[in-house]
């Protein structure tokens, strides 16, 4: 059972970093669908560090008030609110507000993340149980640009 939960908080976390890395390899796209500069089309990324960095101030606070595994439900469906309408942005400016949001949703899940895994395991397995959810950010790092890339073809 701890093994599932352990799993089901990597996807959790890939899903959440994904969110994150799977703008790199669009950007082209994203020039000539909304054309825009380069210089622009790399300011999502500012306003998703935006979003991040408005909940960060805050999100200790609310995973604290609402609990561990609402503030994950809450960050999840923000994200995935925020994913879906990046869908039918057409805009440089619903683009960036979109992103704002991806960052809100995505910070929501580290602070009580963790919380959740050192209750799910006995203190002498914390530091396998984290190094082992860590693994998903690097994951994504690697094969959501690679993915995308090679997926872009068939649907572009």
Same mark, same amino acid.
């Given at each position: 059972m701890k093994a599932l939960l352990l799993l089901l908080f990597w996807g959790l976390w890939y899903v959440y970093f994904s969110s994150? @890395?799977?703008?790199?390899p669009l950007l082209? %796209?994203?020039?000539?669908?909304?054309?825009?500069?380069h210089a622009?089309?790399?300011?999502?990324?500012?306003f998703l560090s935006i979003g991040y960095s408005i909940t960060l101030a805050l999100?200790?606070?609310?995973?604290f008030r609402i609990g561990y595994k609402r503030s994950i439900a809450l960050g999840f469906a923000i994200l995935a609110t925020a994913?879906?309408?990046l869908r039918y942005t057409t805009t440089f400016s619903s683009l960036a507000t979109a992103a704002v949001f991806v960052g809100i949703g995505t910070r929501l899940y580290v602070p009580?993340? %963790?919380? %959740?895994? @050192? @209750?799910?395991?006995?203190?002498?397995?914390?530091g396998k149980a984290i190094a082992f959810h860590e693994t998903a950010a690097s994951f994504s790092i690697l094969s959501i640009p690679l993915f995308t890339a090679l997926a872009l073809p068939f649907f572009y």
């Open positions: 994150r @890395t799977v703008i790199s082209p %796209l994203i020039e000539d669908e909304l054309a825009i500069s622009l089309a790399g300011s999502i990324f500012s999100d200790g606070l609310l995973s994913l879906f309408s009580s993340a %963790l919380p %959740l895994l @050192t @209750t799910i395991f006995r203190g002498e397995n914390w």
